[in-house]
């Protein structure tokens, strides 16, 4: 049992039966051919409508640059994100970063809007409104539960319309980025209290996870992130350890591992096809490094 509740016999048979792909598909939204490059920053669906043209079994899929606010007016769903499965019961919003498996089986009666916003037009709102702690509440999957007078439904529902009558671009995202402030809201509503401090160490790290995203895949040193980042490997270290308090090399693990944890789940690559797509040349050490990192071998993973 997952800490959100039980899950259901038939939401299992329904996502072993999706898990039989080859490979993870990455479409700009679900459903569509295009890549995310040929998407525009913000994609409106209507949940209800949506879930029906997939007769309610929306696959395992992730979006290699997109977050997308799942705004449920009402449903009842069985969700997988990532490793992790859920129920979503009632109204509330589900966020979904880039990069997550995501996967659902729902009950007809669904209700709501979802929307996809690219992490490049997130970052740039952030910058501009000047608050940087704010993005960090959205850098996790998680399902906020609220109730069905919250602000949060109706920028859901201003959006879908705007985005549905309007073809003034500036419209469009004013209503979106509404949209995102509110859900943050909500998600600092069931949050505890951090206080996140921005100085230079800060601002250094959070480059070089943005440059880790780009190329964890490839067998790079800590001396090639520096050399981009332009910084030294101490420097480097001191910044990670003080608002991490990880190493860089951990850092840049992590991020392979958790990419690995994603292709043994979802995938039927071999563990060797996984290591050497995450740019290890050695799949004994990767191995070694996985089970380090997760406290389990790959091969406990797939199984």
């Known amino acids: 049992m997952c800490k959100y509740g039980y899950f259901s016999d038939i939401a299992v048979s329904v996502f072993e039966a999706m898990a ?6 990455a479409p700009a939204v679900y459903g569509s051919s295009r890549s ?10 209507c949940l209800a409508a949506s879930i029906v043209r997939h007769e309610h079994r929306i696959r ?21 994100l990532d490793a992790e499965r859920l129920q979503l019961r009632g109204a509330g919003v589900l966020i979904v970063p880039a990069m997550v498996v995501h996967q659902f089986a729902f009950s007809p009666g669904a209700a709501g809007q979802v929307v996809s916003i690219s992490h490049a037009l997130l970052r740039e709102y952030e910058r501009l409104t000047g608050d940087r702690g704010w993005l960090s509440l959205l850098a ?5 539960p609220l109730a069905a007078d919250h602000g949060v439904f109706a920028s859901g529902a201003a959006l879908w319309r705007c985005f549905s009558e309007s073809g003034r671009r500036l419209h469009v995202t004013t209503s979106a980025l509404r949209l995102v402030s509110d859900a943050v809201a909500a998600c600092e ?14 601002q250094l790290v959070d480059a070089f996870i943005e440059d880790v995203e780009r190329h964890y895949t490839r067998d790079d040193t800590i001396g090639d992130y520096c050399e981009r980042l332009k910084v030294t490997e101490r420097t480097l270290r001191r910044a990670t350890t003080a608002c991490l308090s990880l190493s860089p090399v951990v850092v840049v693990n992590r991020r392979k591992c958790l990419e690995a944890q994603r292709l043994l789940r979802f995938t039927a690559l071999s563990v060797s096809e ?4 995450l740019g290890f040349a050695d799949p004994s050490y990767f191995s070694r490094q996985f089970k ?6 790959p091969r406990a993973v797939r199984q």
């Not at 395992?60 to 997988?80: G, N, P």
């Open 20 to 25: 039989s792909d080859t490979l993870i598909p």
């Open 140 to 144: 996790a999957p998680r399902w906020v």
């Open 36 to 45: 995310a490059l040929a998407l525009d920053d913000i994609h409106v669906e």
């Open 274 to 277: 996984v290591a050497y797509a």
């Open 60 to 80: 395992r899929h992730r979006h290699s640059d997109l977050f997308q606010f799942f705004v449920i007016e009402r449903c009842r769903a069985d969700c997988q």
């Open 292 to 297: 380090k990192v997760t406290g389990m071998s």
């Open 189 to 202: 509503q069931h949050a505890e209290p951090t206080v996140i401090g921005v100085n230079a160490q800060q």
